[in-house]
């Protein structure tokens, strides 16, 4: 059912609140989610994106009760990925002729999921404009690899929305729609979440598009999202926050991560959390087992963190797979300005530091000197050589 926005506009998405996860299963999802559509009825009427497939049913059914569809002069596609897409196929069997509005990239990208390139594609560009009457109108901004080639926003005059899609999104079900009706601890939890483990990779073209809508100094009353809170309350905060993370971000936090086989690399993580708290109490430290918690919030936390210790075990002459597929994710999302430590127990040959290192450093990170390479379990001296590593993550060394 509809819920709305501002004017003519409202939301006609879908409240996920039994979504999982995300992208397969490469993205964990703790407070269910949303795909936000909208619906602007001005003289000329607007879809703007669609949902999730699964849903698509539902949300033509639910669409046909807010509006006779063939009333519908546009559809917007912002994003072809299928969680926006997914149900224009449902959709354009009752409304095939209706044009449908995305970038160049978009026209691939619908083309290649959905096998139907007789629908009535309009390729836009930044700057292109759409008149949408009562002295509105419809401006188009590319929004390419934030967070794909294909991405676009939607800015609508008069009521001075943005549309931005994937970006300022989260994946947390907000039922009462708005920012300032979220629970503000999940929100901004699930806000830098999506950003750490879906946009920080583009963050030099975050930068660089935040500084170029800036400059145009659209006002800017809603930024209506794609997934989660719509932020009506500041929308600049959000804005503001973005900027601020898309500059290698850190907070004044460790965050030690490990699997262990026979508790010896977890005697080591815990000595080294342990060390960096003695030496810098304000310090906040994190300490996780790979194996036992969830992949992209431990990312999350490697994202505010200013240093990271990894430790793995050698086996095979080589380290854990829970801690090499772990760092093989750390280096997609391309961290800056973060220093690395790694240590670990063998009994036999012990490559495994001489391994994590290199994955390390192929992440971006900067690897500090002193580790912990420790012959089978931990004695005292081999402890000793935590406050070392701690220093040299602290910058005291
Ligand atoms: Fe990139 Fe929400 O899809």
Redesign the pocket.
Known sequence: MRKQIKNNVSWVGKIDWGLTSFHGDDYSINSGSS?NAYLIEEEKVVLIDTVWSPHSNEFVENLKKEIDLNKIDYIIAN?G?V??SGSLPELMKLIPDTPIYCTANGVKSLVGQFHHPEWNFKVVKTGDTLDIGNGKQLVFVEMRML??PD?MAVYMTGDNILFS??AF?QHFAVEELFNDKADQCTLWDEAIKYYANILNPFSPLVKKKIEDVLALNLPIDIIAT??GAIWRDNPAQIVEAYYKWSQAYQEDQVTVVFDSMWEGTEKLANEISRQVSLLSPDTRVKLYNVAKTDKNDIMTQVFKSKAIAVGSPTVHQGALSTVVGWLEFLKELKFKNKKAAVFGCYGWSGEGNKVLRAHLEEAGFETIAPEIRCSWNPREEDLAQARDVAKGLLGLA
């Open positions: 795909q994003h990925e969680d926006h967070h794909w991405s899609n994937d999104g794609s997934h």
